[in-house]
């Protein structure tokens, strides 16, 4: 009965994974380019109530996880990444704004759930882990 939705799920991985790894880069590398950036985030961080490094872990999550996931390398991990850092955005940042509007969690929502899905399927076509990891179990 699903057979045919079955065979599209490595076809749908893959847009999923060059969606969020796509967006995930960008956001990442605006944290930290140009100069001044990653100090202006981490200080934004801080004034979240939450530890400078984890700024630094947020937007290197950001850059490096959303590179990762592009290549279809480690996308499990990297998707975990992901996943922890837009649930803290959205719990730290964008709740209290609701769900639509000016700074709403509805963006970060869309990146979490990309993140899970990834998690679930795994990194679908083309991706390095398949040439990587060749006859090993990724489970």
């Known amino acids: 009965m699903f057979s045919g939705v079955e065979r599209i799920r490595p076809f749908a991985a893959l847009v999923a994974r060059l969606v969020l ?18 100090y202006q985030f981490v200080q934004f ?4 109530g939450l530890p400078a490094w984890t700024g630094y872990l947020a937007a290197f999550t950001e850059l490096f996880g959303g590179g990762l996931i592009i290549l279809g390398l480690l996308v499990h991990l990297a998707a975990f990444g992901i996943a922890v850092d837009m649930a803290v955005a959205i719990i730290k940042v964008h709740l209290h ?3 639509t509007g000016q700074s709403g969690y509805e963006f970060p929502l869309a ?15 083309v991706a390095a882990d398949q040439y990587v990891f060749r006859g090993r179990s990724m489970r």
Request: charged fraction near 5%; include cysteine; aromatic fraction near 4%.
């Open 97 to 99: 704004h609701g769900l």
């Open 111 to 125: 990146c979490f759930a990309l993140a899970v899905v990834l998690m679930g399927t795994g990194p679908g076509l």
């Open 45 to 48: 961080v801080q004034h979240l």
């Open 21 to 38: 790894g796509a967006i995930m880069v960008v956001h990442g590398s605006q944290k930290i380019f140009p100069r001044g950036a990653l």
